[in-house]
């Protein structure tokens, strides 16, 4: 039923629905991360439904997250992402009964430019150094967390390049990323590629393996401010979200 769901808002809107990897509530891909940046000064407001294939297996439901992002210069972004907690997660569901959202788990996350598409050549890639959830006060404080809080931990360095090919361009992207996670293994090579066609810049296709999990799906941005996003994990799991733009400059 949700996958039903899912093919039915990604093609009904379409006609009317771009860098995401916004289930983290980032610029990226879907999950993994991508060297693109926002533009100067964009404020990003959003949220998503997360299927429980694709969260830490202290989620063993579906839950659902929101976030604040702001591209503070054209080389870092910061976010803030909160995700919902059920009351057995935490041990009150004796108090408030079982399956309600209670509580959230918080995190931040830093992305840094180190490198803009293009600079000093013109093959040169967009390069990202980025992490998410990298410190956590449970433990007397940790830093890359093994178990309890810091769930969505993971350290990163991105790459992405641009290649057109005739009037279309198809976007390559390349990462590692390592975190030290017990419940939410993500260690490896990422690799994903993106596509927006040159008749409807708005829609993006997206493909990618995470390091974990190949996932496709796509994104929309309607009116240039309202972005939408739909994905298959696993090509079976549904998740998606949406996000506010604003420009500041």
């Known amino acids: 039923m949700i996958k039903r769901i899912a093919f039915i808002f990604l093609f009904v809107c379409c006609p009317f629905m771009l860098s995401a990897q916004l289930t983290y509530g980032v610029t990226g891909l879907l999950h993994m991360p991508s060297g693109e940046m926002q533009k100067d000064k964009t404020v990003m407001i959003g949220g ?5 294939e694709i969260t830490p ?11 604040l992002n702001v591209t503070i210069f054209p080389w870092l972004e910061v976010a803030y992402t909160a995700t919902m907690f059920q009351s057995q997660h935490i041990g009150i569901d004796w108090k408030v009964g079982k399956g309600k959202f209670t ?5 931040f996350s830093f992305r840094l430019r180190a490198l803009k598409e293009g600079q000093f050549w013109k093959y040169m ?29 993971r350290f990163y360095i991105a790459a992405t390049k641009h290649f057109p090919i005739g009037k279309e361009q198809i976007g390559v992207h390349l990462a590692y990323l390592w975190n030290n996670r ?3 293994p993500l260690n490896g090579i990422a690799l994903g590629v993106s596509y927006n ?5 708005q829609l993006r296709l997206i493909a990618e393996y995470d390091s974990k999990d190949f996932a496709m799906g796509a994104t929309y941005l309607l009116f240039n401010h309202l972005h939408a996003q739909v ?5 079976k799991y549904f998740t998606g979200g949406l996000t506010y733009k604003i420009y500041l400059k």
């Open 48 to 52: 998503n439904f997360l299927n429980k």
């Open 57 to 67: 297996l202290g989620w063993y439901y579906h839950t659902y997250n929101y976030f």
């Open 231 to 235: 994905e298959m994990q696993r090509m």
């Open 125 to 153: 890639p967009g390069v990202v150094l980025g992490t998410s959830d990298p410190y956590t006060e449970s433990g007397q404080g940790q830093v890359a967390s093994t178990e309890g809080n810091g769930y969505f931990s």
């Open 197 to 201: 066609p040159s008749f409807h810049p």
């Open 182 to 184: 017990y419940d939410y």
């Open 103 to 107: 509580n959230q788990d918080r995190y």
